[in-house]
């Protein structure tokens, strides 16, 4: 959903909720147009989510849409759309937050630095790469690595909704904090996020730290990141042996 206008959204029935408690029974008629305008363009949004989401009825037809889009200006400097790779029946997807260099010459997912540090990460909870999804919030790499903009995340975010809806996950597992933003719908700092599960849609959703944020640090600073990132994943692992035993298979 667009922040600014669910933002914007708040603060009008914020204003409307302090004009009742005044005991004012009548509210302008622009304030009215204005909120049912609002109310519209989010509307739009959702239903503009659903019908590209709607044309695609499995996950190798939405790959073949990814590869095709052009939806947002990353198109053009993208060597390859990188749309994500792993089990097709996933207990746990990881959603990262975008393609970096070695991605785009590949078109896979975490196959750079970061890539080796999330396989050594999933490996120390006893996970192989092939039994989750991994995948990023964008799907084409930004110019020089930053973050994406806003705008490039709202236009790839049905990609990422659709996948989640495809695959079905029972967790989902957030690195960083584009990723923890875009699908928890909060600006929350990474570090008050991490450490327990949130819900998306009925998913158990965890946030970590992102492994290219952990490359970046030594010292005491990286001994006590990796010691939140290892609670982290003890968390993950009790969850995910919990739903494993449990429930799919
Ligand atoms: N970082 C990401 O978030 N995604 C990738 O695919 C690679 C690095």
Redesign the pocket.
């Known amino acids: 959903m667009n922040k600014e206008v669910s933002q914007e959204l708040k603060h009008l029935k914020a204003l409307f909720k302090g004009i009742a408690a005044l005991g004012i029974s009548h509210v302008p008629k622009r304030h009215l147009e204005k909120i049912s305008d609002i109310e519209e363009k989010m509307a739009k949004k959702k239903l503009q989510a659903t019908t590209v989401s709607l044309k695609a009825a499995d996950l190798s037809e939405l790959e073949q849409i990814v590869h095709k889009c052009h939806l947002c200006p990353l198109a053009q400097s993208r060597k390859n759309p990188?749309f994500g790779e792993g089990s097709k029946n996933p207990i746990l997807m990881i959603v990262?937050?975008?393609?970096?260099r070695e991605?785009d010459i590949q078109g896979r997912?975490?196959v750079?630095r970061?890539?080796e540090l999330l396989t050594k990460m999933l490996r120390a909870i006893n996970l192989e790469r092939q039994e989750v999804f991994?995948t990023?919030v964008v799907k084409c790499r930004p110019p020089r690595n930053r973050t994406p903009k806003k705008e490039e995340i709202e236009a790839c975010l049905t990609y990422l909704l659709k996948q989640i809806e495809l695959l079905d996950p029972k967790l989902i597992l957030c690195?960083?904090a584009t990723a923890a933003h875009t699908l928890l719908g909060t600006e929350e700092p990474l570090a008050t996020l991490r450490g327990k599960f949130h819900q998306y849609n009925g998913i158990k959703v965890l946030v970590t730290y992102?492994p290219?944020y952990l490359l970046r640090f030594g010292g005491a600073k990286l001994v006590n990141l990796k010691r939140q990132a290892w609670h982290d994943l003890q968390l993950l692992q009790s969850e995910y042996e919990k739903i494993k035993n449990g429930a799919k298979g």
Request: aromatic share 6%; hydrophobic share 35%.
């Open positions: 990188v990262g937050e975008a393609p970096g991605e997912p975490f750079g970061s890539g991994i990023s690195l960083g992102h290219a």
